[in-house]
């Protein structure tokens, strides 16, 4: 891990996630009646209500639909998330102007070419070990963890104490 990265975290206020392939391990269970089924981490899910306990904003954007998602997601206190979203970018620079958040305050973790604009864009880059090769070039951290399996928890989890919030004592 790099020195510039660890300074980055300094910075951080916002986490901005994709969904399929990052809290999700991008498979999809098909029932019968055509209903698409995802697991979560929950590990992930800990550090998401954790930084939202210590003031921290959480934004997910996703190009995918589904009715459970944004039910897990809101349970965790999630309040800004996007699903079915054609153009994630200017979402995503709709809603962080509304909050007033600077794009290196935002680290972003994505995992294939539809999340390209978003690593770009986000003043901190990263994705999980199993991302797309283009992802993982335009990354300034990939983490040890595939998607579904702990990657959004590698990344508060170094956020938090970076910054000193991740304490349990």
Same mark, same amino acid.
């Given at each position: 891990?790099?020195?510039?990265? &660890? ?5 951080? #206020? ?14 999809? +269970? @098909? ?7 995802? #697991? ?10 954790? /930084?939202?306990?210590?003031? $921290?904003? +959480?934004? @997910?954007?996703?190009?995918?639909? #589904?009715?459970? !998602?944004? *039910?897990?997601?809101? =349970?965790?206190?999630?309040?800004? @998330? $996007?699903?079915?979203? *054609?153009? *994630?970018?200017?979402?995503? =620079?709709? +809603?962080?102007?509304?909050?007033? @958040?600077?794009?290196? =305050? ?14 770009? $864009? ?6 999980? /070990?199993? /991302?797309?090769?283009? +992802? *993982? ?7 040890? &963890? ?5 990657? !959004? ?8 104490? !970076? ?7």
């Amino acid at each position: 891990m790099s020195d510039n990265f &660890k300074e980055r975290l300094k910075k951080v #206020s916002t986490f901005v996630l994709d969904v399929d392939g990052v809290l999700t391990n991008g498979q999809l +269970i @098909i029932l019968p009646e055509g209903e698409l089924l995802r #697991s979560m981490n929950i590990k992930d899910g800990f550090a998401m209500k954790h /930084a939202l306990n210590n003031g $921290y904003n +959480i934004i @997910i954007i996703s190009g995918g639909k #589904s009715e459970g !998602v944004p *039910k897990r997601l809101s =349970k965790l206190g999630v309040k800004h @998330i $996007y699903m079915e979203c *054609k153009d *994630k970018l200017s979402q995503l =620079k709709e +809603i962080s102007s509304e909050l007033e @958040i600077a794009t290196d =305050k935002m680290l972003f973790m994505g995992d294939d070419l539809p999340d390209i604009e978003l690593s770009n $864009y986000c003043g901190v880059a990263t994705c999980p /070990a199993d /991302a797309c090769t283009e +992802i *993982k070039e335009k990354s300034i951290y990939m983490s040890t &963890k595939k998607g579904g399996e702990g990657c !959004v928890r590698d990344v508060i989890e170094q956020t938090l104490k !970076v910054q000193d919030k991740w304490n349990f004592n």
